[in-house]
């Protein structure tokens, strides 16, 4: 099998952060700290997930990549 970068289908990153609920001035808030990435198996069953930081608390978010815009 021929591996072709022109018919190959594109490989999904995603962004992975841990989310914690706080509350400022009676608001409720969160933060949200990128600790990896996930990328999507080729049979589309599942991903991949790479994490630089192992977090203790909070939950974790998995999210398409969106590139930030030149400003």
């Known amino acids: 099998m021929q591996n072709d970068k022109h018919t190959a289908p ?3 990153r995603f962004d ?3 989310v914690e609920d706080y509350t ?3 608001e409720g808030k ?3 700290i990128r600790v ?3 990328f999507e198996n080729k049979d589309g069953k599942g ?4 994490l630089s930081a192992l977090p203790v608390s909070g939950k974790l978010v998995i ?3 969106e590139a930030k815009q030149d400003t």
């Open 47 to 50: 991903f991949n997930v790479q």
């Open 16 to 18: 992975v952060y841990v």
């Open 30 to 32: 969160a933060n949200w």
């Open 24 to 26: 400022k001035e009676g």
């Open 63 to 65: 999210r398409i990549h």
């Open 36 to 38: 990896g990435v996930a």
């Open 10 to 12: 594109a490989v999904r």
